[in-house]
């Protein structure tokens, strides 16, 4: 049987009406992100994102019905936009020794690009729009950084779970922001904590 003739036409206004919701919902989340960024997310409410959208209140609501969801999506989109170090790169790196390097000199270069933003969001976690309870996508993509770096140690009897726990305090943002705060350069953040990496694993410290 024949398409009725107004078939395509109804297939393509459905077509333009997700695309303007996508559109939509990407403007919410990307105002979420820049008030977050700069104000902190528990100062950041329902109406400051609607305004700085161009979008009225209840279209925020609408597609985010509570703070998990926008709060989710907000950090998705932090991760696309501010240049994140992906695990694919380093895992492509054999030897241990030299992928921990690599991968403590992107993430460094990475907190001192983002530092303000950072400093931010996470000092504002205690607030009224935190993070929810389980993982958020920044916690998730750091757990694959993680496992990415943590991989192919040779390692000294009873070194693992220490050297495990090195590398997870060397990758986090306020482990940086200790350090390079003290006076160190980001380089020489990123070769103690190698350094105390190697130790561990050899069983020499």
Not at 7 to 21: E, F, I, N, V
Not at 87 to 100: F, H
Not at 190 to 205: I, M, Q, S
Request: proline fraction near 6%; hydrophobic fraction near 40%.
């Amino acid at each position: 049987m024949d398409e009725k003739p107004n078939a395509g036409r109804r297939r393509y206004t459905m077509r333009r009406r997700l695309a303007r919701l996508d559109e939509t919902r990407e403007r919410i989340t990307a105002a979420a992100f820049a008030l977050h960024a700069t104000i902190g997310p528990s100062r950041t409410t329902s109406s400051a994102i609607a305004e700085r959208a161009g979008v009225q209140r209840r279209t925020v609501s609408r597609h985010f019905p509570d703070l998990d969801s926008l709060y989710e999506a907000c950090t998705a989109h932090g991760l696309r936009v501010t240049g994140v170090p992906q695990p694919a790169s380093w895992e492509t790196v054999q030897d241990p020794i030299a992928r921990l390097q690599l991968g403590l000199a992107e993430l460094y270069a990475y907190y001192r690009a983002n530092e303000r933003m950072l400093t931010t969001i996470l000092g504002d976690a205690a607030g009224a729009a935190g993070p929810p309870a389980e993982p958020d996508p920044f916690d998730r993509h750091m757990a694959q950084l993680l496992a990415a770096l943590t991989e192919g140690w040779p390692c000294a009897d009873g070194s693992r779970p220490v050297l495990d726990a090195v590398i997870a305090h060397a990758i986090t943002f306020e482990t940086w922001r200790s350090l390079t705060g003290s006076g160190l350069s980001d380089d020489k953040a990123g070769d103690l904590l190698l350094r105390v990496a190697v130790g561990v694993a050899r069983g020499t410290l």
